[in-house]
Antibody, heavy 121, light 110 residues
Framework: HVQLQESGPGLVEPSQTLSLTCSISGGSFANSDYYWSWIRQSPGKGLEWIAY???????SYNPSLESRLDISLDTPKRRFSLQLTSLTVADTAVYYCAGLGSSYSYAFDVWGRGTSVTVSS | QSVLTQPPSVSAAPGQKVTVSCSGN????????VSWYQQFPGTAPKLIIFDNDKRPSASPDRFSGSKSGTSATLGITGLQAGDEADYYC???????????FGGGTKLTVL
């Protein structure tokens, strides 16, 4: 049973870089059955997909954010990370890590609890 | 403005049935399977329907999904107070090369 846990700084200043990490427990991290993803939700708003990475290497980014994004994985430490540069207040959101599972036709079948990020000076 | 269009809100009385629509186009719903997520305030979304009409084992059979052309529908029968939540549809969009979600629908059980 795969479980995800996000970690992040909570508060970041505008123009700085946000670094988030998602730790994976249970199951196998190097699991070809999952595309590991980041999704965010601004206060009072809907869900916005950010990016995904597969343990074999393929990545995909939301085109509207791609120029500011980098997603990576650390297999030995069973975690994957997101970096988002040039932050503005519009990046304030709850950030979720989630897994697109092949057993569910690549729907987001596993989610972390989310980590709140506020961009403010 | 979300790529997938959902009504902002729906409501019905306990025990009744409600449907939530999700409208897209031939680049997203028309090409790929749709999934649905339930989200309670302050918690992470939860998968309730995948591959248009399939339920994870933990999802009650009161929840159902369907797809026709470029639209999908979530149905909930035997409404309970505990079903009050936000519901989101989602799928992959080939033109945008991006996963897309609907704007979400708030369900109120009267």
């Amino acid at each position: 049973h795969v479980q995800l846990q996000e970690s992040g700084p909570g508060l970041v200043e505008p123009s700085q870089t946000l670094s988030l990490t998602c730790s994976i427990s249970g199951g196998s991290f190097a699991n070809s059955d999952y595309y590991w993803s980041w999704i965010r939700q601004s206060p009072g708003k809907g869900l916005e997909w950010i990016a995904y990475i597969h343990f074999t290497g393929p990545t995909s980014y939301n085109p509207s954010l791609e120029s500011r994004l980098d997603i990576s994985l650390d297999t030995p430490k069973r975690r994957f990370s997101l970096q988002l540069t040039s932050l503005t207040v519009a990046d304030t959101a709850v950030y979720y890590c989630a897994g697109l599972g092949s057993s569910y036709s690549y729907a987001f079948d596993v989610w972390g609890r989310g980590t709140s990020v506020t961009v403010s000076s | 403005q979300s790529v997938l269009t959902q009504p902002p809100s729906v409501s019905a009385a306990p025990g009744q049935k409600v449907t939530v629509s999700c409208s897209g186009n031939n680049s997203n719903i028309g090409k790929n399977s749709v999934s649905w997520y339930q989200q309670f305030p302050g918690t992470a979304p939860k998968l309730i329907i995948f591959d248009n009409d399939k339920r994870p084992s933990a999802s009650p059979d009161r929840f159902s999904g369907s797809k026709s052309g470029t639209s999908a529908t979530l149905g909930i029968t035997g409404l309970q107070a505990g079903d009050e939540a936000d519901y989101y549809c989602g799928t992959w969009d080939h033109s945008l090369s991006s996963w897309v979600f609907g704007g979400g629908t708030k369900l109120t059980v009267l």
